[in-house]
């Protein structure tokens, strides 16, 4: 590990301009290997689209992107997804149709090499139930495996979500808003959830719940308009004046 | 269980069926059953509707009526020619129009299709407006006697059973799985790795493949290949008995050809005649509007919520 650097993955002069409007301008992100890092900033100021960058389901202006080391700024998205660099998504990205087990086995089936086998019998995957299984029960889901995911609900998705992504193996995990719209005991479960699946792997993450970042992250980068404004840990961060000033507008 | 018995129920009614109802309209039924089950398989499991199947229908209709009739082909050699000239096309158009999505996708297979629609008005092998007629049906194997309406009605059968074979186990399959997840969720599929574009085109090409087999079936039973098979009409008809049987079901493509196939032609021979365009038009406006899962669809909801 320690001969690719203290850094999984950094950006230099990232920047990603619309028509005559720049929503991600010269960003420089270090992640550090095996942190929770977050990526808070009002709306607006870029985050999501800094996460589609990094992903390349949207192509930079300008600016490199390096994982491990290696220039990924023109790799193609699932190519950097088998890198293992997995992202989600603000609403919860489930297969809805599927099965618990079968969005996760979805995730485990690829290492096979029959997905394109369409003459296989889907018996084939069984295989990988007692995987999907195992992973279902670390985040708790272990008697949700055959329902039908459209009839869960949206915490347990969620939950669902990060299954899946586990079952990537992802060195890096990129979570876009993982407690958006839930309720204070989804909130605090899925807390728990990224802590203990955090362990050995680097996350960075979206956040709009400062109580979550506080607890989670090690490093917090503040976004403003698009450009970094401040980064540090959580002390550091929430008493400069600039983040206040950011998020309340001007004091009077 | 219940399906294997519901399964072994049609085989029994499709192996005796011919000896009650006139075997070459069960021919045509079976026809455009496998022709819209292939092409559910793109839109209901792939989730792209397709405005040009015609293409793959009519082409490898052509296709096998020009290798029988001119080359001379033996039946069976005659139909994989079509089928195969069909998956051809599909790998083409597909390659051109995988990367569009919606709108943009049905416009562009539809364009391509008028494309090909146009290339046989023209082209001399096909006889312009008159179509390829008298195509020999041939032999099976060299030795049954293909002229024979039973006979060909049972070849029928064998070619329909494989391709459902094929469908079903294709719909259930590892590569079915990666299918329904890009269908249901597109941008988290590539997210997990996978290329949904190989994927997307590989259903695209088995789907065309299996038209143009339907296509290819079709020019044998009644011997003739016409502009009708590849015109645009065709490609809305499929639509039409995909959407009545019920999108997203192995068997509802089947039941909705039935429907349709079973309309046109008791409603052609009786007073309602001139009015066939109608009923089926209203059919739809009916089907789009009060059962959107179309028959097989709505049946299958019903028992799930009564049992």
Same mark, same amino acid.
């Given at each position: 590990m320690s001969d690719k650097g203290q850094y999984i993955l950094q950006t230099q002069g990232l920047t990603k301009e619309f028509k005559g409007f720049?929503?991600?301008?010269?960003v420089n992100l270090n992640v550090k290997r095996h942190q929770i890092h977050a990526l808070i900033g009002p709306n607006g100021a870029g985050k999501t689209t800094v996460f589609n960058l990094l992903t390349k389901f949207l192509q930079p202006t300008r600016g490199k992107i390096t994982f491990n080391g290696r220039d990924?700024?023109?790799?193609?998205s699932a190519e950097i997804a088998r890198m293992g660099v997995i992202r989600s998504f603000q609403i919860s990205a489930v297969f %809805?149709?599927?099965?618990a087990r079968e969005n996760v086995r979805v995730a485990l089936q690829?290492?096979?090499?029959?997905?394109?086998?369409?003459?296989?019998?889907?018996?084939?995957?069984?295989?990988?139930n007692a995987r999907a299984e195992e992973l279902l029960t670390s985040v708790g889901l272990e008697r949700f495996a055959?329902?039908?995911?459209?009839?869960?609900?949206y915490g347990r998705k969620r939950a669902l979500e990060i299954a899946t992504t586990l079952a990537m193996e992802p060195e890096l995990m990129l979570l876009d808003e %993982?407690?958006?719209?839930?309720g204070r005991e989804d909130v605090e479960l899925i807390t728990q959830l990224i802590r203990k699946v955090s362990a050995g792997r680097t996350i960075l993450m979206v956040e709009h719940n400062l109580g979550v970042v506080s607890t989670l992250c090690d490093t917090i980068t503040v976004l403003q308009r698009g450009a970094i404004l401040t980064e540090g840990d959580y002390a550091t961060v929430s008493a400069d004046p600039r983040v206040k000033e950011a998020y309340m507008g001007k004091a009077a | 269980m219940n399906s294997k018995i519901g399964y072994l129920i049609a085989i029994a009614l499709l192996l005796t069926a011919p000896l009650v109802i006139y075997p070459v309209f069960l021919m045509k039924l079976l026809c455009f059953a496998l022709f819209a089950s292939a092409f559910n398989l793109i839109l209901?499991?792939?989730?792209l509707l397709s405005f040009g199947h015609a293409a793959f229908f009519g082409g490898a209709a052509y296709v096998t009526g020009h290798a029988l009739?001119?080359?001379?082909?033996p039946t069976e050699l005659g139909i994989l020619t079509g089928t195969a000239a069909a998956g051809i096309l599909g790998l083409l158009i597909g390659m051109i129009a995988i990367r569009r999505q919606g709108i943009y996708f049905a416009m562009i297979t539809l364009a391509m299709a008028q494309m090909v629609y146009f290339l046989f008005i023209s082209a001399?092998? /096909?006889?312009?407006?008159?179509?390829? #007629?008298?195509v020999p049906r041939g032999t099976a194997l060299g030795?049954?006697?293909? #002229?024979?309406d039973m006979n060909m009605y049972y070849f029928v059968l064998v070619i329909f059973g494989l391709a459902y074979f094929l469908i079903s186990r294709t719909v259930n399959s590892p590569f079915g799985q990666v299918l329904s997840a890009i269908r249901d969720n597109e941008a988290r599929a590539t997210s997990l790795g996978y290329d949904v574009d190989k994927y997307k085109l590989l259903a695209f090409v088995l789907s065309s493949t299996l038209a143009g087999l339907a296509g290819s079936t079709k020019t044998v039973v009644f011997q003739l290949a016409s502009l009708t098979d590849a015109h645009w009409h065709m490609s809305g008809e499929v639509v039409l008995m995909t959407l009545l049987g019920?999108?997203? /079901?192995?068997v509802g493509p089947s039941v909705g050809a039935g429907i349709i196939i079973a309309l046109q032609n008791y409603l052609a021979s009786g007073p309602l005649a001139a009015w066939v365009p109608v009923v089926l038009g209203l059919i739809f406006v009916a089907c789009v509007l009060a059962?959107?899962?179309g028959v097989v669809g709505e049946l299958r909801e019903f028992l799930k919520k009564s049992f």
């Open positions: 720049t929503a991600v301008d010269d990924i700024t023109s790799a193609k %809805p149709h599927m099965t690829r290492e096979l090499g029959t997905s394109f086998h369409f003459w296989r019998s889907v018996k084939t995957l069984n295989a990988l055959d329902v039908v995911v459209a009839d869960m609900s %993982p407690t958006q719209g839930m | 209901g499991y792939g989730g009739k001119v080359w001379g082909l001399p092998f /096909t006889g312009g407006e008159n179509g390829l #007629q008298g030795i049954v006697d293909l #002229q024979n019920g999108l997203g /079901t192995i059962f959107r899962r």
